[in-house]
């Protein structure tokens, strides 16, 4: 059953036509000072709304849609549940964002991890979604009554998801919510089992009064300065949609505080430097308007995996023609002299 899954899921990534896509814009470096990003920050920023319109025509203007540009597949991890039979389950608003930004989301079930390198040299960046609670045992702590552990063959796949496509390529990566804490636990950080339990005197509702498996609430989150979030949103504060009662507590190797909500929770990670790798608590594709910026610099990072994979791909099909080229020429010049030679000794 895993076998036909992955061999179904190459022949769809080997299918996909060459398709136009606008790649979201640059910001400018002269800005920094205003928003609140560092360079490395500003950097890897691909859109910010907030800009003056001014400058967003300018920058759209720059990078004007390539020809034959391919868009970029991104994978996105996905739920499992029941036993017979056992479901594969993503829910849409996620495959709608990515759609949205004009990128080809492409489901990934649990898999081996020979298969999974494998996969991801076909992809141009990974999304990972929200669910249950990861195993406390990963970060070194025991089961809380509060904890409501995902299926074991997800969790499994999803760490190793997480630290390959961290660890062991550049692709872009955007965990959200659990996915967010993926991320972190990866990392070697901790997270907050309950919420609720750790600060019973907290005012932010972190999910609907129902419990965070019933519904959603929405709370304010602040954005620490010189961060790709800060850069990204342009703003100090946003109300955003959120459904949790876990969260990082231990922060992961490599990774900084994006994020906290009014009661010092931390609700994002990145990972530091240029490269895209974000964690968000929160739930952006639940409010897409409102998170457009962070799904547009999400696939601008892709943008450019897919761009270096079509440049590269020219490089070597022309590399290839000129040896052909070369040989064809070769053989055709050996022929020649040999039929001289032939009728030389002829005479």
Avoid at 6 to 14: G, N, R, T
Avoid at 108 to 115: F, G, Q, R
Avoid at 183 to 207: C, F
Avoid at 210 to 225: I, L, R, S, T, Y
Wanted: aromatic share 6%.
């Amino acid at each position: 059953m895993k076998h036909s899954r992955i061999a179904s899921l190459f022949i769809v990534l080997s299918t996909f036509a060459v398709a136009t896509h606008c790649q979201p814009s640059a910001v400018f470096a002269d800005e920094t000072h205003k928003s609140g990003c560092d360079a490395n920050a500003q950097s890897s920023c691909y859109s910010n709304q907030k800009s003056n319109s001014v400058e967003t025509s300018k920058s759209t203007s720059v990078v004007a849609q390539k020809a034959n540009a391919r868009k970029p597949i991104i994978g996105i991890n996905c739920d499992i549940d029941g036993e017979k039979p056992r479901l594969i389950t993503i829910s849409a608003p996620y495959v709608q964002a990515l759609e949205n930004v004009g990128a080809i989301p492409v489901i990934l079930p649990p898999m081996a991890e020979e298969d999974l390198t494998a996969i991801l040299g076909k992809l141009d960046g990974v999304l990972m979604v929200g669910g249950a609670d990861y195993p406390p045992a990963l970060y070194g702590q025991k089961n809380e009554p509060k904890t409501v552990l995902m299926d074991e063959e997800r969790w499994r796949f999803d760490v190793l998801l997480a630290k390959t496509v961290v660890d062991k390529t550049k692709l872009p990566f955007l965990g959200i919510c659990a996915g967010s804490q993926a991320l972190n636990i990866s990392r070697g950080g901790s997270l907050i089992q309950d919420i609720p339990t750790k600060l019973p005197e907290m005012k932010v509702a972190h999910a609907s009064k129902d419990g965070w498996q019933k519904g959603f609430n929405k709370h304010e989150v602040n954005f620490a300065k010189l961060t790709k979030l800060k850069c990204i949103y342009g703003i100090d504060k946003l109300s955003v949609p959120t459904s949790h009662h876990q969260c990082v507590d231990k922060v992961g190797d490599d990774l900084q505080i994006a994020a906290t909500a009014d009661d010092g929770m931390v609700e994002a990670v990145e990972m530091k430097g240029k490269r895209f790798v974000v964690g968000v608590q929160w739930h952006p594709e639940r409010d897409f308007s409102a998170n457009q910026q962070l799904f547009e610099n999400f696939i601008g990072a892709a943008q450019e995996i897919a761009d270096s994979k079509v440049f590269e791909s020219k490089n070597v099909n022309e590399a290839g023609g000129r040896s052909s080229s070369t040989t064809s020429s070769r053989s055709k010049t050996s022929g020649e002299t040999a039929g001289l030679q032939t009728r030389f000794t002829a005479e």
